[in-house]
């Protein structure tokens, strides 16, 4: 299936992904890459890879809905199915939600529900806790509250620092991104209902 990554960084979880394509271990295609900021470091690497490249910048746009409505045209347009967010810091309006229902999947580097939104590996420093880790999950019109798909787990140790927890995070982050990409390509993931909540169902042989 195409594939967009969406993205606003340095682009380490792009990287992942286009590695694990190259490896044989992620059958997505991936066929745009798609950055709000110009200077995103991650455009390059998508270049490096022969991936096209579109930048909308949302400062170019008055609302949050214009810059989707740019968005959900660019990916159309370059016939995308599926969106993966890698380090995307846009929340999403329902043109967006609506354009690619069900088939929006974020890295989220916390363990969530726990600490959702920006800075979330401060958030999880500041807060004392002792195990910390990244979230990949459905996309809906919550921050950070959509379905999760899977979730690694690392530890804090006394010696850790917000940077140290960060990178130990984003190691887990590449292990465990191109995997769930992987397995949703396959059709292994489904979301089945349980009461009033939705669960994901992972059936990966
Ligand atoms: C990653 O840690 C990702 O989980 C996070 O941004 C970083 C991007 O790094 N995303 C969020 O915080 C989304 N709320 P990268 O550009 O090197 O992949």
């Known amino acids: 299936?195409?594939?967009?990554?969406?993205?606003?960084?340095?682009g380490t979880n792009l990287q992942a992904l286009i590695d694990a394509v190259a490896a044989g271990r992620l059958s997505a295609e991936l066929g745009l890459v798609v950055s709000n900021r110009a200077d995103a470091g991650g455009l390059a690497r998508a270049a490096a890879a022969g991936i096209p490249t579109a930048v909308i910048e949302h400062k170019d746009f008055a609302s949050r809905e214009e810059f989707d409505?740019?968005?959900?045209?660019?990916?159309?347009?370059?016939?995308?199915?599926?969106?993966a967010l890698a380090g995307f810091m846009r929340v999403l309006t329902p043109i967006f939600l609506n354009a690619f229902a069900g088939k929006i999947v974020n890295i989220h580097p916390s363990l969530l529900?726990?600490?959702?939104?920006?800075?979330?590996?401060?958030?999880?420093?500041?807060?004392?806790?002792?195990?910390?880790?990244?979230?990949?999950?459905?996309?809906?019109?919550?921050?950070?509250?959509?379905?999760?798909?899977a979730?690694?787990?690392?530890?804090?140790?006394e010696e850790d620092t917000?940077?140290?927890?960060?990178?130990?995070?984003?190691?887990?982050?590449?292990?465990?991104?191109?995997?769930?990409?992987?397995?949703i390509?396959?059709?292994?993931?489904?979301i089945d209902q349980k009461g009033t909540r939705p669960i994901v169902r992972l059936a990966i042989p």
């Open 1 to 10: 299936m195409k594939w967009a990554v969406l993205i606003s960084g340095g």
């Open 69 to 83: 409505k740019k968005l959900v045209d660019t990916l159309k347009s370059h016939q995308i199915e599926w969106i």
């Open 162 to 183: 917000v940077e140290t927890l960060r990178q130990k995070i984003l190691a887990q982050e590449h292990e465990i991104f191109p995997a769930v990409i992987h397995w």
């Open 151 to 157: 979730q690694r787990a690392v530890e804090v140790v």
């Open 113 to 149: 529900p726990s600490f959702p939104g920006i800075r979330a590996q401060e958030q999880a420093f500041e807060s004392g806790v002792k195990v910390a880790g990244c979230t990949v999950h459905f996309v809906d019109n919550g921050v950070d509250t959509g379905p999760i798909i």
């Open 185 to 190: 390509d396959q059709g292994f993931v489904t």
